[in-house]
């Protein structure tokens, strides 16, 4: 599968942005979905996934209550809505999918595909 994402940019703290990622190449409904960040001199980082259905959904702790991942089957997309930013999630974003669909993973090496990164840059 072939992930591209988009949807990034400057925002001030406190502001939203929409990442999308639309995939092609293979049944995207098999995949579960994650997304991923690296701020510079970081780890890349797990932010959140979704299982295969749209059921599940898992969080890193510093985004709960502020991030909503969800995913359109029929249009191939995955998103990820982001309130009330701040600094700290200045990062570039990732896409993945994971085949490993029995289990909702957190961590990156769970992912076998990803796509090419969106800048996140929240400003004060």
């Known amino acids: 599968v072939q992930l591209q994402a988009s949807g990034g940019g400057l925002v001030q703290a406190g502001g939203s942005l929409r990442l999308s990622c639309t995939a092609s190449g293979s049944t995207f409904s098999r995949y579960n979905m994650g997304w991923f960040r690296q701020a510079p001199g970081k780890e890349r980082e797990f932010v959140a996934a979704?299982?295969?259905?749209?059921?599940?959904?898992r969080y890193v702790d510093s985004v709960k209550g502020r991030f909503l991942i969800s995913r359109d089957n029929a249009k191939n997309t995955l998103y990820l809505q982001m309130n009330t930013l701040t600094l700290e999630d200045t990062a570039v974003y990732y896409c993945?999918?994971?085949?490993?669909?029995?289990?909702?993973?957190?961590?990156?090496?769970?992912?076998?595909?990803w796509g090419q990164g969106t800048q996140v840059t929240v400003s004060s």
């Open positions: 993945a999918a994971s085949s490993q669909i029995w289990v909702l993973l957190t961590t990156a090496g769970g992912y076998g595909y």
């Open positions: 979704i299982h295969w259905s749209g059921d599940s959904t």
